[in-house]
């Protein structure tokens, strides 16, 4: 027979819903882009404007030129630069014809200096042409849920079957975020190649306080693009502006204002559960709970009901299962914890 205890705490967390309850109070701020949105690291949606428009993304493209690169090849492997990489269009890292550059070398230039020459090198070195690679893009867009996009080539110039909606960026950014790789060369600063110095076109890892990275894009058609992503005491945010003359601002304000109403902080922080033990060395043994995070307004009230055994029989060993806990978000049920022993309790001598 379970007993049934009720414990009430003020949190927030992420990860449970796909949407949080509104947080009421002060709206979003005014914004000039034509598509938007901001997304929990784990895909809670917080704002979104026109997010599944398609439009064209320009080099935000190569979010997904890294991420596919990176799985499919080492970051030491070597690349041999040919004429066909150094003649396209646009922005450039300036490779130079016949030497090898290493993976690495190539998506710092990619990410930080936005070059084309660096996308067309790796996408031939992954795939044999520009083509195949786009094809393993898709397939990847695809299984990330990206529904909206579709990838005609490793750099983002424009082409009519390569576009993409703030809503697939969020999900590609959450993506890269989760390679170890990718991640820290988003957040460089800076980059020194064959003695040429990069610097990252990412404005906001110096204006946005907690800016961990991200990607601008820009071509005449497509606007002035940005993917970011921002994290505040424990709390990770993505934010996606497409065809935004003022993104930089943008991204702040839409930074302050959802770090203002939301919050993330492990569930299992207020579990303070125990249960009686029957013949063990101790009387009673403490709950614990599979880690797990809320992603909730901040004044949101959350209930956590835990299904507990009224009592458990020694021995018990640490991480057996011991219940659930229903979590209840201003009345409503938003999901369930796992509940486990939380040490070893050994028979009574």
Same mark, same amino acid.
């Given at each position: 027979?379970?007993?049934?205890?009720?414990?009430?705490?003020?949190?927030?967390?992420?990860?449970?819903?796909?949407?949080?309850?509104?947080?009421?109070?002060?709206?979003?701020?005014?914004?000039?882009?034509?598509?938007?949105?901001?997304?929990?690291? %784990?895909?809670?949606?917080?704002?979104?404007?026109?997010?599944?428009?398609?439009?064209?993304?320009?080099?935000? %493209?190569?979010?997904?030129?890294?991420?596919?690169?990176? +799985?499919?090849?080492?970051?030491?492997?070597?690349?041999?630069?040919?004429?066909?990489?150094?003649?396209? +269009?646009?922005?450039?890292?300036?490779?130079?014809?016949?030497?090898?550059?290493?993976?690495?070398?190539?998506?710092?230039?990619?990410?930080?200096?936005?070059?084309?020459?660096?996308?067309?090198?790796?996408? #031939?070195?992954?795939?044999?042409?520009?083509?195949?690679?786009?094809?393993?893009?898709?397939?990847?867009?695809?299984? /990330?849920?990206?529904?909206?996009?579709?990838? $005609?080539?490793?750099?983002?110039?424009?082409?009519?079957?390569?576009?993409?909606?703030?809503?697939?960026?969020? /999900?590609?950014? $959450?993506?890269?975020?989760?390679?170890?790789?990718?991640?820290?060369?988003?957040?460089?600063?800076?980059?020194?190649?064959?003695?040429? %110095?990069?610097?990252?076109?990412?404005?906001?890892?110096?204006?946005?306080?907690?800016?961990?990275?991200?990607?601008?894009?820009?071509?005449?058609?497509?606007?002035? #693009?940005?993917?970011?992503?921002?994290?505040?005491?424990?709390?990770?945010?993505?934010?996606?502006?497409?065809?935004?003359?003022?993104?930089?601002?943008?991204?702040? +304000?839409?930074?302050?204002?959802?770090?203002?109403?939301?919050?993330?902080?492990?569930?299992?922080?207020?579990?303070? =559960?125990?249960?009686?033990?029957?013949?063990?060395?101790?009387?009673?043994?403490?709950?614990?709970?599979?880690?797990?995070?809320?992603?909730?307004?901040?004044?949101?009230?959350?209930? /956590?009901?835990?299904?507990?055994?009224?009592?458990?029989?020694?021995?018990?060993?640490?991480?057996?299962?011991?219940?659930?806990?229903?979590? =209840?978000?201003?009345?409503?049920?938003?999901?369930?914890?796992?509940?486990?022993?939380?040490?070893?309790?050994?028979?009574?001598?």
């Amino acid at each position: 027979m379970q007993k049934r205890i009720v414990a009430f705490l003020l949190i927030l967390a992420a990860g449970l819903l796909l949407t949080p309850p509104s947080a009421g109070g002060e709206g979003p701020p005014a914004i000039r882009a034509a598509s938007a949105l901001v997304m929990s690291g %784990t895909g809670e949606i917080v704002f979104d404007y026109n997010a599944d428009e398609r439009r064209l993304i320009a080099s935000t %493209t190569k979010l997904m030129t890294a991420l596919v690169t990176l +799985e499919h090849a080492a970051p030491e492997e070597a690349v041999r630069i040919l004429p066909t990489f150094t003649a396209v +269009e646009g922005s450039s890292m300036y490779l130079k014809n016949g030497e090898d550059y290493t993976v690495r070398e190539l998506l710092e230039g990619l990410l930080l200096a936005s070059g084309n020459d660096a996308a067309l090198a790796l996408a #031939c070195h992954v795939a044999g042409s520009p083509e195949a690679f786009a094809v393993m893009m898709n397939e990847k867009a695809q299984a /990330l849920g990206m529904t909206g996009t579709h990838f $005609a080539n490793p750099h983002g110039l424009d082409d009519p079957a390569h576009y993409g909606t703030a809503r697939d960026l969020g /999900l590609l950014m $959450a993506a890269c975020m989760e390679n170890a790789t990718l991640s820290a060369l988003l957040a460089e600063r800076s980059a020194v190649v064959r003695e040429q %110095t990069y610097i990252n076109h990412n404005k906001l890892l110096s204006l946005c306080p907690g800016c961990l990275g991200g990607k601008t894009g820009y071509t005449e058609a497509a606007g002035r #693009c940005l993917v970011s992503c921002c994290e505040r005491e424990g709390t990770r945010l993505i934010c996606v502006t497409l065809g935004d003359p003022d993104d930089w601002t943008d991204h702040q +304000e839409l930074y302050n204002w959802a770090f203002s109403l939301y919050s993330a902080r492990p569930v299992s922080e207020a579990l303070r =559960f125990s249960v009686p033990v029957v013949g063990g060395q101790q009387a009673k043994i403490g709950i614990r709970a599979a880690e797990k995070r809320l992603f909730l307004p901040r004044s949101a009230e959350v209930t /956590l009901v835990a299904h507990l055994p009224r009592f458990v029989f020694a021995p018990v060993k640490e991480g057996q299962a011991a219940g659930t806990a229903e979590i =209840f978000c201003n009345g409503e049920k938003i999901g369930d914890l796992a509940l486990f022993y939380g040490e070893n309790v050994d028979e009574a001598l």
